[in-house]
């Protein structure tokens, strides 16, 4: 038997006899998808793990089957269901054979054969076993309809928006963590996800769970909880309000200083009320907005963002969770435990769920990113006589460094700012939506300023614009309007701090460092503006002109950069509006540049400003490495893969093992991307990808595609018929080219339509398509012997 005959005939009938897919609540769930594969470049995507069993019953995942073909050992498959129940966080794992079942109790450790036979639990047997009894443990948090409220929360489904929402497996894990949590009594929860995974969708379904299981602080499912969920700003307050539409209109309430003055009071009549901390304590000095709510109002607060002051001992933001103290309290954050955020930490405690922005990315659920460093030769900075001192007293032996500029007490340099400009405007694709993180609102608005001067690829008066606080609701709406993937205008946003944490545009492809990052707190929320998933959207680039780069050695640093090709681009969900006047930026603006220095650079010296660039390689522990250390580590990894030079031209003369090598060097962290740099490293832009092997394995010095083909055309052609030579020699000139991609099976077809314009009239020509594939393959090994 092979595994599907297997799976069909023995364990399939094994588990309908046991009661799954036929006890009421139970499911089978078949080739359950746990990941997507990281993505690679090029529209490519690493191999997706998948449980070829998940075992559901009462909404609950209770149990991963692996299984192997009858004529394997029935533990072949333990080490990917251990993994796979890892990830799913079931108590439960077996591996079969269709003969044999093998047991994990991942909880407790144990493993052993259960039986000669599959003879697999019953969905209730499971049930009793991941969820004993837990009178002790639980105390009196039980609901009144009889059971705790862990059944309770079980009895609700998650919220699938009719099929069309498929919850990630993290993101399930992370509800189930803070519904126990609740059930368990905690008060102070916190779930640590890395930006762009999607805390806002956990958010909504642990409170669609709450609300239709009608727990409460009471403990008595009598009335629906009321949740207030807390932002810092309202672009993300409109977000979450936007996204919990499925709820009833009347259960949700926008909480708005205009709402508030229009009806004379704060909105009561609703079970889920969204706000921001600066609303909730404007109002009079003596009753703020949130003290016109008892203080056992609410059963249940999310603070979104919640590193950002909502938890911080010195915020006056405190005073708001401090006064609704009898409420459990979930913090929101995409930033593990840091020096500069313990009292985040103090407050809710350790995270009772974590998933990384590393994980994230190998699972394919984020965006991996590119790093390009921008060196110029005036990122310091003397006074020397010749240049103009426009404003302000210069010292003359001072040296001015990334943090003096562009500051409203610092030095400011016109033409060092339009150079930085310039250059990676000239590196990114125009067309390409960007965020330019600068030093103070005046920066950003002189960086917007140059940028609409120096465009190329648009004519539209508002290609860039500014947001940050002073733009108002002016700037809001240029935010909504970025964020809508189906609008191109504007293109580049302009901004100091505003950007930097939680705003969801899912397209953003560049993001360009201005400004030092001094805190690896924001430097990973900047990252996380670029990480969410978009059709077309591979990667994303960092422009960094001053040296973030240098967080990645960090050890708390878990994200790891790509070097991937273009491709082509797929235009950006339309965010939601609100009344509510624009929140201040992180920081209060710098408004005094009375004590700026401004200097005009001595016209010579101005001419003489060049910039130098780097990719940034990241290893398989997500550490930066140069690009020595890069090479040095694949010519580690390439005698696992072939043993000698005779062995790699072999292997590369065939489409089909070309292709499973390169799949193998992918998974080895060295994808098509990661080659290409590394060829452009080697000065090789010419040549084959076959080349860079060679060259790193065997020191074999690369020639172009351009030698290769001339060096074996004769010996290729002389195999062939006239007309079938003919076209080979159309797919050489191809291959020179454009690479050996075009050697690829898959492009046979349209090699055929663009040489004869229709695969029928290539067939007339040159005989069936079985000689055409045969000659189209085969001469490949001539072509690298």
Wanted: proline residues 5%; hydrophobic residues 35%; contains cysteine.
């Amino acid at each position: 038997m092979n595994e599907a005959d297997t799976r069909g005939e023995l364990i399939d009938p094994a588990l309908t006899k046991a009661g799954w897919g036929v006890v009421e609540g139970s499911r089978i769930r078949r080739e359950h998808a746990i990941t997507l594969g990281r993505l690679q470049g090029a529209g490519k995507r690493a191999q997706p793990l998948s449980a070829d069993y998940v075992l559901v019953y009462r909404n609950k995942k209770l149990a991963v089957i692996e299984a192997k073909k009858r004529g394997l050992s029935a533990t072949e498959g333990l080490p990917q269901a251990k993994d796979y129940a890892a990830r799913l966080k079931v108590r439960f794992a077996y591996a079969t054979n269709g003969k044999g079942l093998y047991e994990v109790d991942m909880k407790t450790g144990r493993e052993g054969s259960v039986d000669d036979l599959p003879t697999f639990p019953t969905p209730q047997e499971l049930w009793a076993r991941t969820y004993p009894t837990r009178s002790a443990e639980w105390g009196d948090r039980r609901g009144a309809r009889g059971g705790d409220w862990h059944e309770l929360f079980a009895a609700v489904p998650l919220e699938d928006r009719g099929g069309t929402w498929d919850v990630r497996y993290y993101q399930e894990n992370a509800i189930e963590a803070a519904l126990d949590a609740i059930a368990r009594g905690k008060d102070r929860i916190l779930l640590t996800l890395a930006t762009g995974t999607g805390k806002t969708a956990i958010a909504f379904q642990i409170a669609w769970k709450l609300f239709h299981s009608r727990w409460n602080l009471s403990l008595e499912p009598n009335r629906r909880p009321r949740i207030l969920f807390l932002a810092d700003r309202n672009i993300l307050a409109d977000q979450a309000y936007n996204s919990f539409s499925a709820f009833p209109d009347d259960a949700l309430a926008r909480v708005s200083p205009g709402e508030i003055r229009k009806k004379g009071s704060v909105p009561k009549n609703a079970s889920i009320f969204f706000t921001i901390f600066q609303t909730f304590m404007s109002g009079s000095e003596e009753t703020p907005y949130f003290g016109e709510y008892p203080p056992e109002f609410f059963d249940f607060i999310i603070i979104d963002e919640c590193h950002r002051g909502g938890a911080n001992d010195e915020s006056t933001w405190r005073a708001i969770l401090e006064y609704f103290d009898p409420a459990v309290q979930l913090g929101l954050t995409a930033t593990p435990k840091r020096d500069n955020n313990v009292d985040t930490y103090a407050y809710f405690g350790k995270p009772v769920y974590e998933y990384s922005l590393k994980v994230g990315i190998d699972d394919g659920f984020l965006t991996p990113f590119k790093v390009r460093q921008i060196a110029t030769t005036l990122d310091e900075y003397i006074y020397t006589p010749g240049d103009e001192v426009v404003q302000g007293d210069v010292d003359a032996g001072r040296t001015f460094t990334e943090s003096d500029f562009n500051t409203a007490a610092g030095i400011r340099i016109d033409a060092r700012e339009r150079y930085r400009t310039e250059a990676f405007m000239k590196e990114i694709l125009q067309s390409e939506k960007t965020l330019v993180f600068c030093a103070t609102q005046e920066h950003a608005a002189m960086i917007r300023d140059i940028i609409n001067q120096v465009k190329t690829d648009s004519t539209d008066p508002n290609y860039c614009v500014r947001v940050s606080a002073d733009d108002g609701a002016r700037g809001e709406q240029f935010l909504r309007t970025f964020q809508d993937n189906d609008k191109t205008i504007p293109t580049i946003l302009t901004t100091s701090k505003k950007l930097s944490t939680g705003v969801d545009a899912r397209n953003v492809r560049n993001i360009v460092l201005l400004r030092p990052v001094n805190s690896m707190i924001e430097f990973k929320q900047i990252i996380g503006r670029g990480t969410r998933l978009f059709d077309g959207k591979d990667y994303f680039t960092i422009y960094d002109f001053v040296k973030a780069y240098e967080h990645f050695q960090d050890p708390e640093w878990d994200g790891e950069p790509m070097e991937p090709d273009y491709v082509n681009r797929a235009p950006a969900t339309p965010g939601g509006l609100s009344d509510c006047p624009p929140e201040p930026e992180e920081a209060p603006p710098e408004t005094d540049t009375d004590k700026q220095v401004i200097i005009r650079l001595a016209d010579g010296k101005e001419r003489a400003i060049r910039h130098m660039t780097a990719t940034m390689f990241f290893g398989p522990d997500g550490m930066s490495l140069t690009a020595k250390q890069y090479i040095e580590h694949l010519f580690g990894v390439l005698p696992r893969l072939f043993r000698d030079e005779d062995e790699l031209r072999t292997l590369w003369g065939q489409p089909n093992t070309r292709r499973a090598l390169m799949e193998e060097l992918a998974e080895c962290g060295y994808g098509d991307a990661r080659l290409h740099e590394i060829r452009r490293i080697i000065d090789a832009e010419k040549s084959d990808l076959f080349d860079v092997l060679a060259y790193v394995a065997f020191a074999q010095a690369p020639i172009t595609r351009q030698e290769r083909v001339d060096r074996r055309r004769v010996e290729i052609m002389r195999r062939y018929d006239d007309k079938l030579a003919t076209f080979l020699g159309f797919v050489l000139g191809q291959y020179v080219k454009e690479g050996v991609g075009e050697l690829d099976e898959e492009k046979l077809t349209g090699l055929v339509e663009a040489r004869y314009y229709t695969l029928k009239d290539g067939v007339n020509e040159l005989g069936s398509i079985s000689a055409i594939r045969e000659a189209f393959t085969g001469f490949q090994q001539h072509l690298y012997a």
